[in-house]
């Protein structure tokens, strides 16, 4: 974990991986506590969270591909459009950025 947080990549998977359990725990729990429960104050509390990890990961992969000098079309296309899909980040984590 402490070699994770050492370079630009490292960090960056681990914000991907925070990213996709904010999605899931939102999409799969908050969500449907709001609509079917009528209980939104968990929605109203990760939703901002989730936001702010959102924001950050997409950041980073921009300023990660600019600095590993990735081709947009090859592969950080893939790596931002993974953060909008649940269970993207970590498909990405596995196949792209656990290799480099």
Known sequence: MKNLLKTNIGRLRI???LEGISLLVLVFISVPLKYYFDYPELTKTLGPIHGALFLLFLFNTLS???EQHWKF???T??????CFIPF?????DRSILSKL
Do not use: D, M, Q
Not at 77 to 82: E, T
Not at 88 to 92: C, L, Q
């Open 15 to 17: 914000i991907g991986f």
């Open 64 to 66: 990660v591909g600019v």
């Open 73 to 75: 079309a090859t592969t």
């Open 77 to 82: 296309w893939k790596v931002l459009l993974a």
């Open 88 to 92: 993207g980040t970590f498909y990405i």
